[in-house]
Structure formats: C-alpha cells, structure tokens
C-alpha cells in the first residue's frame, strides 16, 4: 500500500510528496563551483555567492537521512583523457582556465582531482548515490535514471548549484521523463542572482510547466506534521 502523500505548500499548487517514491537529488555542490580557483571563478564568476545553499542543503541532507528515503549527489565531471568532454565545451569563451587545465584545485572538473569533491559539509554519506555527470544536466549520458526507476522514485526534490545552469537543466530533463520534480528555493544559488529568481519563475510559470518551488521551511514543517501509517513521523 502506498503512503499517504503529505501536501508540501509550494508553487504553483501543493506538491504531494508520496513518502518512498522521493528521492533527494543534489546537484554539483562542488569545490570547483563554489570554492575560490575552480571552475566557477576560471569563468570570471564571485563564487562566494554560491555559499548560501550550503546550509539549506544541509538542513534537506538531514530530513532525508533521518527518514532513510534516497539522496542523490551529482558532480559535473569529467574522465582525465577528457573523452567525454566535447570539445564545444572545453573551447567555449575565453576562461582563465579551460576544464581540464591545471588549478589551484587540480585540474578542473576532473575525477578524482580535489576541486571535483563535493563540499565535505554536504558530502555523501556511505550508500547514498553519487553520479558523476559529463553535461549540465544529471541525466545526460548517465544511469540516473535507470538508478531512480530501480528504487521506485517517481519524484524529485532538487537542491544544488547552479540554479539555472545544471538545477535547471536536470529539472526540464526530469520532466521530460516523467517525473515530479520540487525545486527548494533556499537550497539552491546562483552567480547571478537575478538569474535564479528568473529560473524559479519560469519552473513555476504556466501551471508548473516545469516543477514546482517551494520554501525550505513550508517543506521541513510538512513533513514534521506528518504521521505515517505505522505512526512513525513521515
Ligand atoms: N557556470 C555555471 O553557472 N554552472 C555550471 O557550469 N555548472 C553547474 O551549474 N553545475
């Protein structure tokens, strides 16, 4: 028997969150995006921006954990010989430093290199799925989807960097595959802030012609006042 939905006040309409089909997705929460001398300061952008969606996604990392419902961490990655980085993304625009080309951080968005690392504030834990992603989307030439339909997830609540970059990228992908996808607004950041805002609005605009938003705390309070059918808190 599924379980009853909770009903997270979000934009544009309540999203009923089905506990067991949920899974936390986090995207690209790493060094090179958000620590000085990655990937994110080589394109010019103040990284220091990116900072205000550790905490929140700290705050998700612990819902999720203590309910023990999947959390998927992502990396935008790439293998060190670069064969899956196209060459129309390692040649694009004039940054200070190219992916692949050596940091302060090892070579940028390469596996294995520091700067590739996910924060360790929000790092996976043992078990947790962690998908290393060549494109901006999570779904782009990666099992991700295969991995969520083996557990039974038909939903999504997304977090990460950066808004409109890969969290709305892997969002659109997520539902041109079918499934529901929450953006939680607090988790989530961008070099330009005026872009998340956008980003937001246009998930939401038209009937949630995208997903939906919602606010960390209406998220955290919905589940805390939920009550599972074995009367365990959802
Ligand atoms: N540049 C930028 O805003 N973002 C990226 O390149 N990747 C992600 O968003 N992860």
Redesign the pocket.
Known sequence: MNPIPIPVPARPFAFELQPGAVALVV??M?RD?IEPGG??AS?G?DVSLLEAAIAPVQRLLALWRARGWPVVH?R?SHAPDLSDCPPAKRLRGTPALRIGDAGPMGRLLVRGEPGCDILPAVAPWPGELVIDKPG?GAFHATALGEELFARGVTQLVVA????????Q?TMREANDRGFDALLVEEATA???PAFKAASIEMIVAQGGIVGWAARLDDLQAALASSVGPSGQEG
């Open positions: 995207i690209d790493q995006f990937f994110g394109l952008n992502t935008e901006k990460g960097v950066t808004t409109e970059v890969c969290v990228t961008s070099y330009f």
